[in-house]
């Protein structure tokens, strides 16, 4: 094999194994730079803060402000990265990953939240019902406050690993491989890029996996990465704000009330939150068949 044919295929295009590294690389170099600039802008403002006496309303930034401040770097980095991609690899629009105009229309975006949130309420309801889940009273507070604030710090963390991992590399994978086989490598990608969380298990992981499925099939149906993200953002709100318990098997600020495993942990999720549990996998299932249903709906009308 010549080392042209290496780099691109015989009709003269660059090879997706070359596209998705030029697409890596670019990321990588933008969200170093991004992680620095926004960390140390951070840093800086707290130490202002302390200095003038007034770092007390910040004190509980923790974990929610760094996975606000982490995304937020993400997504600036990701964004970098589709347009370079974009614009000089592929020579193409926005619409190739679904973030054009169109897929923006608010009934979509709205359609893509409820189908996240219902997905993980409807089965913790069911486990809050037969006692699998229970709730343990917490010191009061806003829980409008806390919502809000859940909102604007998950909502970056959630287009981030949207933009990673069912943007541009979905789109070059699907024009190779087609749509399903592409959805279940990255979302086996996906559930391993938990591992390192507190509690990660097997069976965690591999409903991480079947949520990248589930979110991957939002995107396949709607033909919309904004409501692909916005189902991610509303399971993650779901359990920061509506349940107050873990996300991921990282712990969160709650305030008035936690809901909290009582039951078997292979179906509660145990330490990893209710998104662990076989009864959230049963959620997304249904979420799956609904979305493949609107979407073969789609193709015959």
């Known amino acids: 094999m010549r080392t042209r044919d290496f780099v691109f295929t015989p009709a003269g295009a660059l090879r997706s194994a070359w ?39 910040f004190s509980g930034f923790g974990v929610l402000g760094t996975i606000f401040l982490s995304g937020v770097a993400g997504v600036l980095a990701l964004l970098v990265a ?21 897929a923006a229309r608010p009934g979509v975006l709205v359609r893509g939240f409820v189908i996240g949130v219902l997905a993980l309420a409807m089965p913790a309801g069911v ?12 010191p009061d507070g806003s829980w409008l406050l806390l919502a809000g604030i859940t909102l604007i710090a998950l909502a970056p963390a959630a287009l981030f690993e949207e933009l990673a991992l069912r943007g541009y590399a979905f789109s070059v994978l699907r ?14 990608v996906f559930g391993v890029w938990h591992y390192a969380n507190p509690g990660a298990t097997v ?45 991921s098997g990282i712990p969160v600020p ?22 662990g549990g076989v009864a959230a996998g049963v959620g997304m299932l249904l979420g799956i068949g609904y979305l493949l249903t609107r979407r073969a709906r789609r193709e015959e009308s």
């Not at 596209?19 to 933008?30: E, W, Y």
């Not at 589709?82 to 169109?102: A, D, Q």
Request: glycine share 8%; net charge neutral; aromatic share 12%.
């Open 175 to 188: 024009e190779v491989w087609g749509w399903k086989p592409a959805l279940l490598v990255l979302s086996v």
């Open 254 to 275: 709650v305030t008035d009330y936690r809901v909290v495993d009582t039951g078997p942990d292979w179906v509660t999720g145990g330490s990893w939150g209710p998104e």
């Open 203 to 247: 069976q965690a992981l591999a409903l991480v996996s079947l949520a990248g499925v589930f979110l991957g099939m939002v995107l396949v149906a709607t033909r919309s990465l904004y409501a692909a993200w916005l189902a991610h953002l509303g399971w993650n709100w779901t359990l920061v704000a509506l349940l107050h318990t873990e996300l």
């Open 82 to 102: 589709h347009l370079v991609s974009l614009r000089w690899v592929e020579r193409r629009g926005w619409e190739m990953v679904g973030l054009h105009r169109s």
């Open 19 to 57: 596209r998705i590294a030029i697409f890596v690389l670019v990321a990588a170099t933008a969200f170093s730079v991004a992680a620095v600039v926004l960390f140390s802008l951070w840093n800086a403002f707290m130490a202002a803060a302390v200095a003038r006496g007034a770092a007390e309303p």
């Open 127 to 138: 486990l809050m019902l037969v006692g699998w889940l229970g709730v343990r009273e917490m």
